[in-house]
């Protein structure tokens, strides 16, 4: 009896837990492009980010001027606040570098 107890016990806890943290109500209320795979975090979340940066690629509704990628296909730039077309970001490894 006791074991059937704690299979009981476990079986809910991992339902919980999957319904808690997969939610698509839960994931969506974070996602700025809804219905759109995308990985970016910086600007906007789960946008599409071509170069993978973290810089959402800007679209009609999200713009450079908004906090969108200005180099959505450079991943050492995403932006170029002179608007010279050289980006602002200096490391090791990036290019177009002001």
Same mark, same amino acid.
């Given at each position: 009896?006791?074991?059937?107890?704690?299979?009981?016990?476990?079986? +809910?806890?991992?339902?919980?837990?999957?319904?808690?943290?997969?939610?698509? !109500?839960?994931?969506?209320?974070?996602?700025?492009?809804?219905?759109?795979?995308? @990985?970016? +975090?910086?600007?906007?979340?789960?946008?599409?980010?071509?170069?993978?940066?973290? =810089?959402?690629?800007? @679209?009609?509704? =999200?713009?450079? !001027?908004?906090?969108? @990628?200005?180099?959505?296909?450079?991943?050492?730039? =995403? !932006?170029?606040?002179?608007?010279?077309?050289?980006? @602002?970001?200096?490391?090791?490894?990036?290019?177009?570098?002001?």
């Amino acid at each position: 009896m006791r074991s059937r107890r704690v299979t009981i016990l476990m079986a +809910t806890t991992l339902l919980i837990s999957l319904l808690a943290f997969t939610s698509p !109500a839960l994931a969506a209320e974070d996602d700025d492009c809804p219905g759109i795979n995308g @990985d970016s +975090t910086y600007d906007r979340n789960g946008c599409p980010d071509t170069d993978g940066d973290g =810089w959402s690629d800007p @679209d009609e509704n =999200w713009t450079t !001027a908004d906090g969108a @990628d200005a180099f959505p296909e450079e991943k050492t730039q =995403w !932006a170029d606040r002179d608007g010279d077309g050289f980006g @602002d970001t200096s490391s090791f490894d990036a290019v177009l570098i002001d």
